[in-house]
Structure formats: structure tokens, C-alpha cells
């Protein structure tokens, strides 16, 4: 049996001793965040998110029986593909219907899309979250919020995709805060806290204090979202 259907039978059939329905939770946002969170990191050759315990660090070559061909040259196309998937896997992996709903916002509004694109992605609660170091991944910052942890200005907010605002507060609700992976994240070394977030660690909030343009926002690889705009634009 699975770890998520093991937890769903905690949850329908408790018995005497059972864990409580935050530490269930937490069980499941674990199992999660370790499914498959390096898939995208062998595909590009890259250490997307900067993790120490990424398989690239070891091996450089993508993942399967074919990933040590030799890699021939990449067309524009092909270029304006790659930075798509790096930048929408970045974020935990998007949809291409929710990106490319994302970057249709960006494109609507007057001056450089690209920015726009990173600014709308960066104000994601979601993505906010992790920034904080509420969680160790964006994909436990994005189920995180799903199972109702997170509040925005004192409201409870379960929409991973919800748009913060400038100025807008985001606080780990009190009972969610001695979870582990919460824990966990704030004694992660190898990211800080943009200055663009201003986080309370005592109370467990972050200030959204402006959206930031791509020069700011801590990524650590090289995101190239001019050409995510070029391969939507074509």
C-alpha cells in the first residue's frame, strides 16, 4: 500500500493512539515532495532549485538508457522549449494550461513581458511560501497551501495560484508551525530570503513588499523567460 493510501485510511478509520490530522498531512506532503522532484534537474543538466542532494551534482547526463547520447544542436526552437520547461517545472511543475495563462497575462500588459511573466510568477502564493522558507520545496509549498496551512491578511487561503497582492501579509497558521517540513525549511542553508519578502520567523509571516524584477529573484540557474515570450510569440 502507499504512503497516500495509507494515510487515507488513517484518516477514514481512526483508532486509539491514531495521529492527528496535521501530522497525517504531513506524512502525505513528505511522500510527495520526494516522488519525483529531481526528474526535471537530469532532463536539463541542471540543479534547478540549488539542492545539494541533486542527482546532477553526481551525474550531468539526463535521465533513461539514452541520456549519456551525445547531444546534438539545439535550434531556436528548441532553445525557446527548454526555457519554457525549466522556468514552468521551476515552479512545481505547472500545467501548460496554467502557464500559459500566466504568460497571456503578462503579454496583455504594456512594456517588457518577460518581467511581467517572472513578476506573476513570483506573486503566486504558492511561490511565496517557499521564498519564505515555510517549506523546503515549491512543490511542498504548493500542497502546503492546498491543505489549508497558510493564511493571506488573517484569511484563511487554499489556492496555491492565489495572486498576492504589494503589501500583502502571508502567515503559517499557529497549529500548522512545529510540522516538520516547516521546520525543516527554515534551517535549509543553500537559499536566503529575497529582500523583496520581508518574513517574521517568530510569527511565521512574510510581507509581499513588491513584485520583483528578474534580476532579483534568487534562481539558481540561469532563467531565460525572453525566450519563453519568443516561443509563445511564434
Given at each position: 500500500?502507499?504512503?497516500?493510501a495509507?494515510?487515507?485510511?488513517?484518516i477514514?478509520?481512526?483508532y486509539a493512539?491514531?495521529?492527528?490530522?496535521?501530522?497525517v498531512?504531513?506524512?502525505?506532503?513528505?511522500?510527495?515532495r520526494?516522488s519525483?522532484?529531481?526528474?526535471?534537474?537530469?532532463?536539463?543538466?541542471?540543479?534547478?532549485?540549488g539542492?545539494?542532494?541533486?542527482?546532477?551534482?553526481?551525474?550531468?547526463?539526463?535521465?533513461?538508457?539514452?541520456?549519456?547520447?551525445?547531444?546534438?544542436?539545439?535550434?531556436?526552437?528548441?532553445l525557446?522549449l527548454r526555457a519554457?520547461?525549466?522556468?514552468?517545472?521551476?515552479y512545481?511543475n505547472?500545467?501548460?494550461?496554467?502557464?500559459a495563462?500566466?504568460?497571456?497575462?503578462a503579454?496583455?500588459?504594456?512594456g517588457?513581458s518577460?518581467e511581467?511573466l517572472?513578476g506573476?510568477?513570483e506573486?503566486?502564493?504558492?511561490a511565496?511560501?517557499y521564498r519564505?522558507?515555510?517549506t523546503?520545496?515549491?512543490f511542498?509549498a504548493r500542497?502546503?497551501?492546498?491543505?489549508?496551512?497558510?493564511?493571506v491578511n488573517?484569511?484563511?487561503?487554499?489556492?496555491?495560484?492565489?495572486r498576492?497582492?504589494?503589501?500583502?501579509v502571508?502567515?503559517?497558521?499557529?497549529?500548522?508551525?512545529?510540522?516538520?517540513?516547516?521546520l525543516?525549511a527554515?534551517?535549509?542553508?543553500?537559499?536566503?530570503v529575497?529582500?523583496?519578502?520581508?518574513?517574521?520567523?517568530?510569527?511565521?509571516?512574510?510581507?509581499f513588499?513588491?513584485?520583483?524584477t528578474?534580476?532579483?529573484v534568487?534562481?539558481?540557474?540561469?532563467?531565460?523567460?525572453?525566450?519563453?515570450?519568443?516561443?509563445?510569440?511564434?
Open positions: 500500500m502507499t504512503g497516500d495509507c494515510a487515507a485510511v488513517e477514514a478509520f481512526p493512539g491514531a495521529p492527528d490530522r496535521i501530522e498531512e504531513e506524512t502525505r506532503l513528505m511522500s510527495k520526494h519525483a522532484k529531481y526528474k526535471l534537474d537530469r532532463r536539463m543538466g541542471e540543479n534547478i532549485w539542492r545539494p542532494k541533486s542527482p546532477i551534482n553526481q551525474r550531468s547526463y539526463g535521465p533513461g538508457q539514452h541520456g549519456q547520447r551525445r547531444k546534438n544542436k539545439v535550434s531556436d526552437f528548441g525557446q519554457k520547461q525549466k522556468l514552468k517545472g521551476y512545481g505547472l500545467t501548460e494550461k496554467q502557464f495563462g500566466i504568460y497571456e497575462d503579454a496583455k500588459r504594456k517588457n518577460a511581467y517572472i506573476l510568477l506573486s503566486r502564493l504558492d511565496i511560501v519564505a522558507k515555510f523546503p520545496t515549491v511542498s500542497q502546503f497551501v492546498n491543505h489549508g496551512h497558510v493564511q488573517g484569511k484563511r487561503v487554499n489556492i496555491a495560484s492565489y498576492v497582492k504589494n503589501g500583502d502571508v502567515q503559517v497558521r499557529e497549529r500548522s508551525r512545529n510540522m516538520a517540513l516547516v525543516e527554515q534551517q535549509l542553508p543553500e537559499r536566503d529575497p529582500d523583496y519578502i520581508e518574513v517574521d520567523t517568530k510569527a511565521m509571516t512574510a510581507k513588499i513588491r513584485t520583483p528578474l534580476s532579483e534568487p534562481y539558481p540557474v540561469k532563467m531565460e523567460p525572453n525566450l519563453v515570450v519568443e516561443f509563445y510569440a511564434s
